[in-house]
C-alpha cells in the first residue's frame, strides 16, 4: 500500500464554514494530485502541483485552493464550504521520472458533506 | 481532448469465472500510457496493471491481464479465476503528455460466491 494519508476520512459540517483537507504523502514524490468524485461517478482532476511552490488547476473547475509548501504536503481549502462542495476528495502522488509516465498512488479519500 | 469510455456501468461474475471489462479511448497522441484501477468500497484507489501504448504485448500481471489493441483505441481488462475480494469499481485510466491522468466513468464489478 502507499504511504498518502488523508484526513479526515469523513466530515459532516455547515454551510459557510472554512475546510482544510489534509494530504501527505512520504514516499518524496515530486507530484501530486487532487481529484473529486460523486459517488459511482467517474474522477475529476481540479488541482495538481509539480513540486514545491507550484500549483495549477485542473480540467474542472473548483473553488477550492491548494498550497505547496513543502514535498510532502498539499492541503486543499474551501473557504466557504457549500452544499454544491459535498462530494469525495481523492489525494494522489506520483514520482517524477524521466519519461514523464509514472502510475499514481492514491489516499483513502474525504468524504466531504456539508449540510 | 483525450475520452475515455468505459461502456459497462455493472457486471457481474460467479467465483472462480472470467470476466472483461471494456474501455475504448480516443486520442491523436502516439506515446501515452493506460491504466485499469481498482477502488474497492470505501477503500483506497489502488492501480491494477499498466499498459506503454509503444509495446505490442499485453500486460499482465497475475490473475489480470489486458487486451490492448493500439489501432482500435481498445484496452480490455480481463480478470482470470475470480474472486470474492475483486469486488470493486474499476476505472480505465490515460496518461498522455500532459501527464494529467483522465478517467472513464467506471465498470462497478461484483464477483458472487
Known amino acids: 500500500e502507499a504511504d498518502i494519508y488523508q484526513t479526515p476520512r469523513y466530515l459532516v459540517i455547515g454551510t459557510g464554514k472554512k475546510i482544510t483537507l489534509e494530504c501527505s504523502q512520504t514516499?518524496?514524490?515530486?507530484?501530486m494530485y487532487w481529484y473529486q468524485q460523486d459517488p459511482g461517478m467517474e474522477l475529476h482532476l481540479i488541482h495538481y502541483?509539480?513540486?514545491?511552490?507550484?500549483?495549477e488547476k485542473g480540467d474542472l473547475s473548483s473553488e477550492s485552493t491548494v498550497s505547496r509548501i513543502r514535498t510532502e504536503h498539499f492541503p486543499l481549502t474551501l473557504e466557504s464550504a457549500r452544499p454544491s462542495h459535498t462530494s469525495q476528495y481523492l489525494c494522489?502522488?506520483?514520482?517524477?521520472?524521466?519519461?514523464?509516465?509514472?502510475?499514481?498512488?492514491f489516499g483513502d479519500g474525504t468524504r466531504l458533506s456539508i449540510l | 481532448a483525450q475520452t475515455v469510455t468505459q461502456s459497462q456501468p455493472e457486471m457481474s461474475v460467479q467465483e472462480a469465472e472470467t470476466v472483461t471489462l471494456s474501455c475504448t479511448y480516443d486520442t491523436s497522441e502516439n506515446n501515452y500510457y493506460l491504466f485499469w484501477y481498482k477502488q474497492p468500497p470505501s477503500r483506497q484507489m489502488i492501480l491494477v496493471i499498466r499498459?506503454?501504448?509503444?509495446?505490442?504485448q499485453n500486460a499482465t500481471e497475475n490473475r489480470f491481464s489486458v487486451n490492448f489493441q493500439k489501432a482500435a483505441k481498445s484496452f480490455s481488462l480481463k480478470i482470470s479465476d475470480s474472486q470474492l475480494g475483486d469486488t470493486a469499481m474499476y476505472f480505465c485510466a490515460f496518461q498522455g503528455g500532459s501527464e494529467k491522468l483522465v478517467f472513464g466513468k467506471g465498470t462497478k464489478l461484483t464477483v458472487n460466491p
Open positions: 502541483s509539480y513540486g514545491v511552490n507550484s500549483t
Open positions: 499498459q506503454e501504448a509503444y509495446k505490442q
Open positions: 494522489a502522488s506520483s514520482e517524477h521520472s524521466s519519461n514523464g509516465y509514472q502510475p499514481q498512488h
Open positions: 514516499m518524496g514524490h515530486d507530484k
